[in-house]
């Protein structure tokens, strides 16, 4: 189906809703983030709607980049309702797991065409600072586009 055209099955609706356009420019600054870390072991790094479907990836292989958005889909939720609930705001900004053998982050990206998640899974060697650094270069490019 054609990114313009619209569906009257509901599980075409999101993926719909993200234009080719929008979607070059995701693999395009996508592609230009993890260049940028290419030694901090990035192993792979993925926007997604909010409700878990890839804009763009660059994953060690397509069934990464498919699981790291449909997961981090659902933290992001969990992330947002936690805030709410708590009354620390409407939407959590980043989450990072951190586990024996690397890190992910989940950053919400605000694009008024489309709310998006950028997640980025590392390895252990990964320097921390520099990779929430770029990554909010990111989420801060692709709110704007």
Same mark, same amino acid.
């Given at each position: 189906m054609n990114s313009t055209q619209t569906s009257?099955?509901?599980?075409?609706q999101s993926p719909s809703l993200v234009s080719d356009e929008l979607r070059a420019k995701a693999k395009y600054i996508l592609k230009l983030f993890?260049?940028?870390?290419?030694? &901090?072991?990035?192993?792979?790094?993925v926007i997604a709607t909010k409700?878990?479907?890839?804009?763009?990836?660059?994953? &060690?292989?397509?069934?990464e980049g498919t699981k790291l958005s449909a997961l981090s889909s659902s933290i992001s939720a969990i992330g947002d309702m936690a805030v709410k609930e708590i009354g620390?705001?409407?939407f959590h900004q980043s989450?990072?797991?951190e586990s024996e053998s690397g890190y992910i982050f989940i950053m919400d990206i605000h694009n008024p065409r489309c709310a998006m998640i950028l997640s980025v899974a590392?390895?252990?060697?990964?320097?921390?600072?520099?990779?929430?650094?770029?990554?909010?270069q990111v989420v801060a490019k692709m709110s704007e586009v």
């Open positions: 009257n099955d509901p599980f075409e993890v260049e940028k870390l290419h030694d &901090m072991g990035i192993r792979s790094a409700d878990g479907f890839d804009v763009a990836a660059v994953a &060690m292989s397509e069934a620390t705001g409407n989450i990072t797991i590392t390895s252990k060697d990964a320097v921390l600072g520099k990779v929430t650094y770029y990554a909010k």
